[in-house]
């Protein structure tokens, strides 16, 4: 048997190393004189899907075969050259100078919001340009231009927005900086708000089960933020920011060059908050008195030549909020009962480290490791209830990407490692510990077919062993067909898997008078099983012009089907209750979306969205409390022509209908304090109007809620606190009305 295998690897060894390759140098006339050779000039032979692109150096290698004749070589700024292939002699080809470029005058810009054509997952791609459309002071205020993700308040002290995909909550979103696992565990309900928006460069949001290569936990789908670097991001950099609502924001970036192949950035967040409110006078504040200071220190490595990159990061982060009543004094009120009030103190420290590695004469074959440690430490307390938790966390991961064949057939496979502290502290009535340890390792494989013409498939399969879940085995699968120009069906499934960190992405209930019910069956955590999940996706778009003009419309349907679930229960007023799930919970999504450029620079977008999510509790199957069924969304943007020093302005209105929504029940409350079944449906206004004076320099000023619409009594029990019906979870509007603000920035590059 041995002697059998020996010679099968032989044999797959001379068939791969008998395949011929054929090579060439791209160079441009004009380049530095050690190097004439054009890196990233497109390479590939016609009428074919195999291609290539050149390395640093120029240098391309290609699969050949002897029907291949015509080699099509393309690059931005130069005419696309065929070339006629006789012999395997390596050529060295001089691109041809397009100098009708010099004559267009460029009335169009690429998309602030993309969506790709060619890849198998349902991937949308937000840059700076959408992010600058709305104030954006950190990573949860990141959407509200974006019909794909649903913003919602937490709770009516916090002012803390939480994120919704798919009718589904965060947790159920695996949520990465930069391909690294970040907001998770202990960070899940405030840890949107640590990233500050002007740290992010773009952000890719996939819709339904993503890739295995990022972990198992993505139940509903991915987003990833990508960080700014230091190569490439503004010298010095200046942000300000200040609101009628009390809140003031300063970031600043410094970027400097160390040496020829190292750069290094200091970014500072600091944002304060003093001013109390009390609009709707309930005598609670509307807004947290809070102050944060953020603090991240970036290395970035390129060595182009040899094909090295790396990325090292260090950040600090102090946060502080104060929410409760107006007269609350933490020095004279905490722990007593004479007026309510809380504190929510988190301190973080996270480091990571990237290092990539291309192989030059194989520009599509490359390998990374990365490795992530971080320490967050949460102190809080919410009136007579205590809630403390600290979470070390340490994550590891290797990665190689290569092709079998040729380029139309790609493959990552690599190893994961995770490892969870947690030291969590909750004082409801009674005091309890839940302390505990987790780490898995995992191996992991994906296969990519990509004609880059009508079809791509993307099939991966990931095995885990967990310290705590066992072993098990993660399945996902993509499929892209593209059956006339600009149409594109999609399709996906996948599975999932997560332990649900009950309190930590639950602690708006501290804030209330409920008592916490765990229904221990001696599962793995908290006497719970784990949640699984499958999720199911079909996706149509089409691209088409209307009069000449740019437009697409997008079909999507997703459903995700848990096998387990834990249910949060809060139908009973005076309880929330976690148990397993005994039944069925499923998540039906579907939305209509439509973008069409008008004039030049004068786009809009259009969404409807309709979830059907309900689950089996205890007292039946009910629909998911406070989602609406139906919402719809529209977005305008406008610009003017710029001029030559870069002036021009910036126009942006987005409005959001959002339908009635399901109340928990309260009708075990004394009348007063009782709710109807359902919200009213309501309408929300934000505009931002940006004046940019130079590449240097822009003002903006924007307005939230414009239609000023509020929730009546979003605090049950505000008269009485420390009484039975006390509740400040059930918000499904904003609480503090219209808001307007205004900022700068300042760039030296």
């Known amino acids: 048997m041995k002697i059998n295998i020996f010679s099968i690897l032989i044999l797959i060894s001379s068939i791969t190393f008998?395949?011929?390759?054929?090579?060439?140098?791209?160079?441009?006339?004009?380049?530095s004189k050690d190097n004439l050779g054009v890196y990233g000039a497109s390479v590939h032979w016609l009428n074919t899907n195999v291609g290539v692109t050149t390395n640093e150096k120029g240098w391309f290698t290609i699969p050949y075969q002897q029907e291949y004749k015509k080699l099509v070589v393309s690059f931005v700024g130069f005419k696309t050259d065929t070339i006629t292939i006789n012999s395997l002699k390596p050529i060295h080809h001089f691109l041809t100078d397009n100098n009708t470029l010099k004559e267009i005058t460029v009335k169009s810009k690429k998309s602030a919001t993309q969506k790709s054509y060619l890849q198998a997952q349902n991937v949308m791609m937000i840059n700076s340009a959408e992010l600058l459309k709305a104030a954006c002071c950190n990573l949860a205020e990141s959407f509200e231009t974006n019909p794909s993700i649903d913003v919602n308040y937490s709770d009516a002290l916090t002012g803390t927005k939480q994120i919704q995909m798919l009718g589904l909550t965060s947790p159920y979103l695996l949520i990465t900086q930069e391909n690294i696992p970040s907001i998770r565990g202990a960070s899940q309900a405030f840890g949107l708000s640590f990233t500050p928006g002007t740290w992010v460069e773009s952000i890719q949001i996939t819709k339904g089960a993503g890739s295995v290569v990022n972990g198992y936990e993505s139940i509903s789908g991915q987003i990833n933020a990508e960080l700014v670097k230091p190569y490439t991001n503004h010298r010095f950099f200046v942000n300000a920011y200040g609101s009628a609502g009390g809140r003031m924001e300063f970031n600043t970036h410094f970027n400097q060059k160390v040496s020829v192949k190292w750069q290094t950035g200091l970014y500072v967040h600091g944002n304060y908050r003093g001013e109390k409110f009390d609009k709707n006078d309930d005598n609670f504040l509307d807004n947290p008195l809070a102050k944060q200071i953020n603090i991240m220190n970036r290395w970035q490595y390129v060595d182009a030549q040899k094909g090295w990159v790396s990325f090292i990061n260090f950040r600090y982060l102090d946060d502080e909020k104060q929410v409760g009543e107006v007269n609350f004094n933490p020095d004279l009120d905490k722990g007593s009962t004479t007026v309510w009030g809380s504190e929510i103190k988190t301190k973080r420290f996270d480091t990571s480290a990237k290092l990539g590695y291309v192989f030059p004469d194989l520009p599509f074959q490359s390998m990374g490791v990365q490795a992530a440690y971080s320490n967050h430490k949460q102190d809080s307390y919410f009136g007579l209830n205590d809630y403390n938790i600290q979470h070390q966390s340490f994550y590891s991961s290797f990665i190689f990407n290569s092709i079998i064949g040729d380029t139309r057939s790609k493959f990552k496979t690599g190893l994961s490692f995770t490892y969870d502290k947690y030291d969590e502290f909750v004082n409801v009535t009674t005091a309890s510990n839940y302390d505990r340890k987790e780490n898995s390792v995992g191996a992991f494989f994906e296969y990519a077919y990509d004609n880059a013409d009508d079809i791509s498939i993307t099939a991966g399969l990931r095995i885990d062993t967990h310290s705590i879940l066992g072993v098990f085995v993660t399945p996902r699968l993509h499929i892209r067909y593209v059956p006339w120009e600009q149409g594109v069906f999609r399709t996906s499934i996948g599975k999932g898997r997560r332990s649900a960190n009950i309190f930590a992405e639950n602690q708006q209930f501290f804030a209330s008078s409920r008592q916490v019910n765990i229904d221990d069956v001696g599962g793995e955590v908290y006497g719970l099983s784990p949640e699984t999940a499958w999720n199911y996706g079909l996706s149509f778009l089409q691209g088409y012009k209307l009069f000449g003009k740019k437009g697409d419309i997008t079909f999507d349907f997703y459903r995700t089907d848990f096998e387990n679930q834990v249910v949060v229960d809060w139908e009973n007023p005076q309880e929330?209750?976690?148990?397993?799930?005994?039944?069925?919970?499923?998540?039906?999504?579907?939305?209509?979306?439509?973008?069409?450029?008008i004039v030049p620079y004068f786009n809009t977008r259009f969404s409807y969205k309709y979830y059907d999510v309900n689950t089996d509790y205890k007292s039946g199957n009910l629909d998911k409390a406070l989602q609406a069924k139906h919402r719809f969304f529209a977005n305008v943007s406008y610009e003017t022509e710029k001029k030559e020093n870069d002036a021009h302005w910036k126009?942006?209105?987005?409005?959001?209908?959002?339908?009635?929504?399901?109340?928990?029940?309260?009708?075990?409350?004394?009348?007063?304090?009782?709710?109807?079944?359902?919200?009213?449906s309501y309408n929300l206004l934000n505009t931002q109007v940006t004046k940019v004076f130079s590449k240097k320099f822009e003002l903006y000023a924007g307005a939230e809620n414009l239609t000023n619409y509020k929730q009546k009594n979003p605090i049950l029990g505000s008269d009485n606190p420390f009484g039975s019906s006390f509740d400040t979870t059930i918000i499904y509007a904003p609480v503090f009305g219209s808001n307007y603000y205004a900022g700068l920035r300042f760039k030296i590059d």
């Open 18 to 31: 008998a395949q011929e390759k054929f090579k060439g140098m791209i160079m441009d006339k004009n380049g």
């Open 576 to 597: 929330i209750s976690f148990y397993n799930l005994d039944g069925k919970s499923v998540a039906n999504s579907f939305q209509l979306e439509v973008n069409q450029n």
């Open 651 to 680: 126009f942006d209105v987005t409005y959001n209908w959002i339908g009635k929504q399901r109340l928990p029940n309260t009708q075990s409350n004394p009348a007063q304090y009782r709710l109807p079944e359902f919200s009213k």
